[in-house]
């Protein structure tokens, strides 16, 4: 049966499967190293901050930051990726511990190619960050009316990018993004499950369950402006964040103090 055939409910869940099968030369390792190297050197064409900046996206403080927004402006969509994460941490813990995969940096010599930040060289099998943008990008896509989705293909580019990212620093090989984002849209997938299930009072700007996720975000601003997350040259765009952050957090006590 063809894909485009089957019930919209179950066509999702073959886009996990589809990626994984049509990745499969890069998760075998087809054509290495010198895949790796040629996209890693392409990635030259931008400077490292560019790459670096979009792997926070695939880091969960940045993530919390860059989603901030929707505490006030949309919480139910807050919650839908917040549902992903038992799931991406799951999976990431499940591959990275039972696959001895070596990274790129402990395979080929390091002045071929552009290492950023801390050199990794074990738990190479998936790429976490890769997983969560996969992850986030599915889960609120899919927490979409079927209408609006259309305006919002550009979660899975970003995703695609923070992918992409990681190979542009130096810290995975092409076949770790793809396993990750395979199972990111999987965790996603289920998240969006486990989101579906959630009452009305997951939405309730005076209630526990939301201000327990603004006390999340209030960490997340000490983490940002106490160090480094992953770089060191991602500094700048976390201060930009953390400055985010607290607008909305002020912003949230305003409408939670208004409402009855």
Same mark, same amino acid.
């Given at each position: 049966?063809?894909?485009?055939?089957?019930?919209?409910?179950?066509?999702?869940?073959?886009?996990?499967?589809?990626?994984? $099968?049509?990745? =499969?030369?890069?998760?075998?390792?087809?054509?290495?190293?010198?895949?790796?190297?040629?996209?890693?050197?392409? &990635? #030259?064409? %931008?400077?490292?901050?560019?790459?670096?900046?979009?792997? #926070?996206?695939?880091?969960?403080?940045?993530?919390?930051?860059?989603?901030?927004?929707?505490?006030?402006?949309?919480?139910?969509?807050?919650?839908?990726?917040? &549902?992903? *994460?038992?799931? @991406?941490?799951?999976? =990431?813990?499940?591959?990275?511990?039972?696959?001895?995969?070596? +990274?790129? =940096? @402990?395979?080929?010599?390091?002045?071929?190619?552009?290492?950023?930040?801390?050199?990794?060289?074990?738990?190479?099998?998936?790429?976490?960050?890769?997983?969560? $943008?996969? $992850?986030? $990008?599915?889960s609120l896509y899919f927490a979409l009316d079927a209408q609006r989705r259309g305006r919002f293909v550009w979660l899975w580019l970003l995703a695609a990018a923070v992918g992409l990212s990681r190979i542009a620093v130096g810290a995975h090989w092409p076949g770790?993004?793809?396993?990750?984002? &395979?199972?990111?849209?999987? @965790?996603?997938?289920?998240?969006?499950?486990?989101? &579906?299930?959630?009452?009305?009072?997951?939405?309730?700007?005076?209630?526990?369950?939301?201000?327990?996720?603004?006390? !999340?975000?209030?960490?997340? *601003?000490?983490?940002?402006?106490?160090?480094?997350?992953?770089?060191?040259?991602?500094?700048? !765009?976390?201060?930009?964040? @953390?400055?985010?952050?607290?607008?909305?957090?002020?912003?949230? %006590?305003?409408?939670? +103090?208004?409402? *009855?």
């Amino acid at each position: 049966m063809a894909l485009n055939t089957l019930p919209a409910q179950w066509r999702r869940w073959a886009i996990p499967i589809a990626l994984l $099968a049509l990745s =499969a030369p890069l998760w075998l390792h087809w054509g290495e190293p010198g895949l790796f190297l040629a996209i890693n050197q392409a &990635c #030259l064409l %931008l400077p490292a901050p560019v790459w670096t900046g979009l792997s #926070l996206l695939g880091n969960a403080w940045g993530v919390l930051a860059v989603t901030s927004p929707l505490l006030v402006l949309a919480p139910r969509l807050m919650w839908a990726w917040i &549902c992903a *994460v038992p799931f @991406a941490v799951l999976f =990431a813990r499940l591959g990275k511990g039972l696959l001895e995969s070596p +990274r790129p =940096a @402990a395979v080929i010599d390091n002045a071929l190619f552009r290492l950023v930040g801390e050199k990794l060289e074990v738990a190479s099998m998936p790429s976490g960050h890769t997983l969560t $943008a996969f $992850a986030v $990008a599915s889960s609120l896509y899919f927490a979409l009316d079927a209408q609006r989705r259309g305006r919002f293909v550009w979660l899975w580019l970003l995703a695609a990018a923070v992918g992409l990212s990681r190979i542009a620093v130096g810290a995975h090989w092409p076949g770790d993004v793809a396993v990750g984002a &395979c199972l990111g849209v999987l @965790a996603g997938l289920l998240g969006n499950l486990l989101w &579906c299930r959630l009452g009305a009072e997951y939405g309730q700007a005076r209630g526990w369950r939301l201000r327990s996720v603004a006390v !999340l975000l209030a960490a997340t *601003v000490y983490v940002l402006l106490d160090a480094p997350v992953d770089f060191a040259e991602n500094t700048p !765009l976390q201060q930009v964040l @953390a400055v985010l952050v607290v607008a909305v957090l002020l912003r949230y %006590l305003q409408v939670s +103090r208004a409402r *009855v």
